[in-house]
């Protein structure tokens, strides 16, 4: 009896670290255009010396594989926009919402800053806003499985 116990009690940790996992805005999103509604990029969203950074590792976009920011200033202008940091050092401020002064958009060559969230009523949704000055946007991100 004590035997099938202890299974169970293992296979309910098992299901409760996945279901964690499942939570985090750690790991891959698609990234949503919310003016056209097609996918752009992939964006592998990690902690580092806990505060939150996104990488571009693949573009979806048709046509804009190999996209360069040609818009970009200083260091960024002639660089790939694959493998470019977009969200840089945005902190955990409670309640799953991540805050910061560095999400950039390569294709407008624009810096925002940011509050980025999970959806509560799906936790397959990233909320990803923008802000400048008073004016935002919110696009919705989707998780990428794998």
């Given at each position: 009896m004590?035997?099938?116990?202890?299974?169970?009690l293992v296979g309910l940790l098992v299901c409760s670290i996945q279901l964690v996992q499942a939570q985090s805005v750690f790991g891959k999103w698609k990234t949503i255009d919310d003016r056209t509604g097609k996918p752009k990029a992939i964006i592998d969203i990690y902690e580092k010396e806990g505060l939150m950074y996104?990488?571009?590792?693949?573009?979806?976009?048709e046509g804009k594989e190999n996209f360069i920011c040609d818009k970009c200033k200083g260091e960024l202008k002639g660089k790939p926009v694959l493998g470019m940091t977009i969200i840089e050092g945005a902190e955990h401020v409670g309640d799953g919402v991540y805050k910061g002064d560095t999400l950039f958009d390569p294709q407008q060559a624009?810096?925002?800053r940011c509050?980025?969230?999970l959806n509560p009523?799906?936790?397959d949704e990233?909320?990803?806003?923008?802000?400048l000055a008073f004016i935002y946007r919110t696009?919705?991100?989707l998780r990428v499985e794998g």
């Open positions: 004590i035997k099938s116990g202890k299974i169970v996104g990488k571009v590792v693949q573009i979806v976009e624009m810096t925002f509050k980025i969230w009523d799906n936790t990233l909320k990803v806003r923008g802000y696009q919705t991100w």
